[in-house]
């Protein structure tokens, strides 16, 4: 199933005014339980650090989590980078139509490359790490990119029916992905290697995430890797499951998963 191609869509349908695209990171923050997760992350690492911290989002794609972050960062400054040089282009012209090129910066790279040292206070990466070969070196330049203290916040599927595998004969619900999901032993023991510590993992998307992500995001992209002409009844179809996602997502994100589809990551350098 590709992936790309709809979000690709998606995103040039929201990225002609200002006002399309902040509805467009509206939509996205409130529909998606991963926006859910790295908002209430974000505000507990935040509330630790200085009100002037210096933030990486790694894999920014459409800028949603630079935009949430630059509110909750008011005094400090954001790097969004991505390999995707169309993304960062898009990023590069919302944020200086809103006014923040003065916080905000963005660039195309390759992750195996960043070669920052001691810059960064939080390091995004949200659905990253399963499109990345050379984990172990991204790792490295993770840890290398923080200043001590810093801190790295990692959303990915868990080998738990992430990426909708839940046995060795399926595949991937998302053909760009690389892995189909870490155990929470490996991407732990990934992280320890590259020199980090206080390594907290939790699972996300439990049995209400799980069914929140398939009527939010899995049949409708089925949908429209069919034909672009679903786009015409996705707004009934977002009328009608939207409060029912809602509900689901409130319940997992306030919850305690002994498992589940995703995995939320911390590390501290």
């Not at 400090?76 to 090129?101: M, P, Q, T, W, Y």
């Not at 993992?201 to 799980?210: C, D, E, M, N, P």
Request: aromatic share 12%; charged share 20%.
């Amino acid at each position: 199933m590709k992936y790309d191609p709809v979000k690709k869509t998606l995103g040039k349908f929201f990225s002609g005014s200002l006002f399309m695209r902040k509805l467009f990171y509206w939509l996205l923050g409130i529909l998606l339980l991963r926006a859910w997760h790295i908002k209430k992350t974000l505000k507990k690492v935040s509330a630790d650090m200085k009100e002037s911290a210096k933030i990486l989002d790694a894999g920014c794609g459409f800028g949603q989590y630079t935009w949430q972050m630059q509110k909750m960062n008011k005094n400090g400054s954001i790097k969004g980078v991505d390999i995707d040089s169309e993304h960062i282009r898009d990023c590069e012209n919302f944020f200086a139509k809103a006014g923040l090129s003065n916080r905000v910066s963005f660039q195309t790279m390759d992750l195996t490359a960043l070669n920052d040292t001691d810059c960064y206070d939080i390091i995004l990466s949200v659905d990253v790490m399963e499109h990345i070969h050379d984990d172990l070196t991204v790792f490295q330049n993770f840890y290398n990119a923080l200043n001590k203290g810093g801190v790295l916040i990692i959303s990915t599927p868990s080998d738990k029916g992430g990426s909708d595998v839940h046995d060795e004969n399926d595949n991937s619900f998302i053909d760009e992905h690389v892995r189909n999901g870490y155990s929470a032993e490996d991407i732990s023991e990934k992280l320890s290697i590259a020199g980090f510590g206080d390594i907290k993992v939790a699972y996300t998307y439990g049995k209400a995430g799980s069914v929140s992500w398939l009527l939010t995001m899995k049949y409708p992209i089925k949908m429209l890797n069919v034909s672009h002409l679903f786009f015409i009844i996705l707004p009934v179809w977002y009328l009608i499951f939207f409060p029912v996602s809602l509900i689901l997502n409130y319940i997992d994100v306030n919850s305690t998963h002994k498992t589940g589809t995703g995995l939320l990551v911390t590390a501290a350098k």
